[in-house]
């Protein structure tokens, strides 16, 4: 492994993923460490949208809305295997927002970022619409339609990460930053496997910290800079129950306390439902969905859909703590979703890139403008490509038309047509035309290798191990994939032993000097 970089990144989530691939892609020595596994934090515990932020409009961040929506076709086009368009309806209820505010921010939100492909707003009856039919008889009687787009978080994280490997960066994960010091003409790392507990130190010239909801402590303990704390964690839950409706749309409802939430489908038989906003104190890896704010989901839900949710229902949740730059604001809700990037590059001081805050839909300009910033302390990179380049290729796996998902998936189950439509399909969605080089020669279900249940194969498993670093069973199950929703614990200890087995024998055969 190399020991000498023109960037280092701390932080394996959406941000540092971006950021490492663009600038690996133009042309920089790149090394990304994170502590645990790529979107093992904030990154995987989102509502998976990519969207302008319709109540943002009402905290007048017209600047973070317009380069989000301007930013949902981008991401479409260059992962349409993990990105794509969903219909949102918005119930009117007397008593909250009056009409005429939904019906100019929706306006606004159709006008302000760009919009191409997607469809507009409507307005529907509710009273006449398949959309009415899962709401409370009577209660609804006026909604507007208006286009969002979906994301499979994890996978947008691991695939920024394998194409920033592929164009030359250095990727470690379940690797802590644990000491720095910091130079005139650059940093010295110590960084530590988490596992084998060995130490290996790195030169960078300069150094992102991107570490998510560990951003300060990074920055004081790891970094040594002594700074004020300048992120606010807010915390947000979600519950996943069984379907609750047949059609295909998601809902955005309005609670009485001012907050909103989503009703989405959710992997074929599932309704995810949220979120919270509430500030956190405490270590982020121990965040999880409190009973009080599943409760409070499912009374929310619950005031809107004719059939109660109950906590009973939910089958899985999951919590995720955001790292909101602070501010001052109020209410957790009203914390700004933007970002911040601090640079700190004094002289006689190596330059030092904090990343405050951010969204999934806004990490791709996130990452330009961090390269903008940084490039005067970057050296000339030889070859690569300029600024931009990440809104024009593709994503691995995502090479292929937005409009080309179900000749993909046509492609899949006429070439290998022993797969059940629906394994075709759920490999498509994943991979993309990445499912070809897994499903390779394959001329039956048994030249896939063993089956760990609910389709997951041990050739699927092989290319999650050998280009997605994915060591365990949770990293495969819950953000890999969502085959945990299906697999049963006997087949999650099962993967989890062959996933041992699998590292043991690449130990083995680990050169040794």
Request: proline letters at 5%.
């Amino acid at each position: 492994m190399d020991t000498s970089y023109d960037l280092a990144v701390i932080g394996g989530g959406v941000n540092g993923c971006g950021i490492a691939r663009d600038a690996s892609g133009r042309g920089h020595r790149v090394l990304l460490c994170e502590q645990d596994d790529l979107a093992s934090g904030t990154s995987s515990a989102a509502t998976k949208l990519i969207h302008g932020g319709l109540r943002y409009l009402e905290h007048r961040e017209f600047r973070l809305v317009r380069e989000a929506l301007m930013e949902r076709e981008v991401l479409w086009g260059i992962a349409p295997h993990i990105i794509w368009p969903l219909r949102f309806v918005l119930p009117y209820q007397k008593g909250l927002r009056p009409a005429w505010l939904l019906r100019l921010g929706l306006l606004i939100y159709d006008n302000l970022g760009g919009r191409k492909r997607l469809p507009p707003t409507r307005t529907l009856d509710l009273r006449a619409d398949p959309a009415g039919l899962p709401l409370k008889r009577g209660a609804y009687t006026m909604g507007f339609e208006y286009s969002d787009c979906w994301v499979e978080d994890s996978r947008l994280v691991a695939l920024n990460a394998r194409d920033a490997a592929d164009r030359g960066a250095t990727v470690l994960t379940r690797t802590r930053a644990v000491a720095a010091e910091r130079g005139a003409d650059g940093w010295t790392l110590t960084l530590q496997d988490r596992g084998t507990r060995q130490t290996r130190t790195v030169r960078a010239g300069a150094v992102v910290n991107a570490a998510g909801p560990w951003v300060g402590q990074v920055l004081n303990n790891t970094l040594g800079q002594n700074a004020a704390a300048k992120v606010r964690l807010v915390q947000g839950s979600h519950i996943v129950v069984r379907k609750l409706y047949e059609h295909d749309r998601c809902y955005f409802f309005q609670n009485p306390d001012g907050r909103i939430f989503f009703a989405i489908p959710y992997e074929t038989d599932f309704t995810l439902i949220g979120t919270t906003d509430r500030d956190y104190e405490g270590d982020p890896a121990d965040v999880r969905a409190t009973p009080e704010e599943v409760a409070y989901i499912c009374r929310s839900a619950s005031e809107y859909f004719a059939r109660p949710v109950t906590e009973a229902d939910v089958v899985w949740s999951y919590s995720g703590v955001r790292p909101l730059y602070d501010k001052g604001d109020g209410q957790a809700q009203a914390a700004t979703r933007d970002y911040v990037l601090d640079l700190d590059a004094g002289a006689g001081r190596a330059p030092l890139l904090s990343v405050f805050g951010g969204k999934l839909t806004t990490y791709r300009k996130l990452a330009e403008h961090a390269l903008e910033l940084m490039g005067p302390h970057l050296p000339a990179a030889a070859g690569g490509f300029g600024a931009g380049w990440t809104g024009r290729e593709p994503l691995p796996g995502g090479d292929f038309p937005v409009d080309g998902f179900e000749a993909l998936v046509a492609e899949i189950r006429a070439r290998w047509a022993f797969l059940a439509p629906a394994h075709a399909r759920r490999l498509a969605r994943h991979y993309g035309t990445a499912a070809r080089a897994i499903l390779g020669d394959a001329a039956s279900a048994a030249d896939l290798g063993r089956d760990f249940g609910a389709t997951l194969t041990e050739a699927e498993l092989d290319h999650l191990v050998e280009r997605e670093w994915a060591r365990t069973a949770a990293d495969v199950a819950w953000r890999r994939t969502k085959l945990g929703l299906r697999l049963t614990p006997a087949e999650m200890e099962a993967l989890d032993a062959a996933l041992g087995e699998k590292a043991a024998a690449a130990r083995s055969l680990a050169p040794t000097r």
